[in-house]
């Protein structure tokens, strides 16, 4: 019987270890790091401390905006987006125009912005094309205030169509 040769670990061992267990870790951080700054321009106000000063005349006018009652309907769907104001009594808001500000929150470069148009059936609608995804939706609509009515939500398109 010959016996087993057992391998040591030497310190040649060690440092070959350790150089590829941090140069995993490298690798990783700097594709994060490429792939994050492609993506997100990471602007979130361009001057922070006027935006923390408009917060309370921004959360005021929200506040009158609610109580207006008034429920914002969007849909998209077909490639067009579709979008009514109905008052508290569920009838329609008269309304001339809007604007539809679409964001994906982590690719500025998809970010479109559209004039929505009145409808004969009193919607405003405009074509669009948008990937499936997470998108933040703003719709602005001129609808006889001071202001015009703010509207945003996120929503999920799924096969080109919202929930």
Excluded: C
């Amino acid at each position: 019987m010959s016996p087993t040769r057992q391998r040591e670990l030497t310190g040649r061992h060690v440092l070959f270890i350790m150089l590829a267990f941090f140069g995993v870790i490298i690798a990783v951080n700097l594709t994060n790091a490429f792939l994050a700054s492609r993506s997100w321009t990471g602007t979130v106000a361009e001057n922070t401390h006027v935006a923390s000063r408009q917060f309370n005349t921004k959360s005021a006018e929200a506040r009158a905006q609610a109580a207006l009652g008034w429920t914002g309907r969007l849909s998209i769907a077909d490639g067009r987006i579709s979008y009514r104001l109905i008052d508290a009594a569920g009838n329609p808001v008269a309304v001339r125009s809007a604007t539809a500000n679409l964001r994906r929150p982590t690719h500025v470069s998809e970010d479109q912005s559209l004039t929505l148009t009145l409808q004969p059936d009193g919607a405003l609608s405009a074509p669009v094309n948008l990937r499936d995804g997470l998108w933040t939706v703003e719709i602005l609509t001129e609808a006889g205030l001071e202001r015009p009515y703010r509207d945003a939500r996120r929503l999920t398109l799924r096969n080109g169509a919202s929930p």
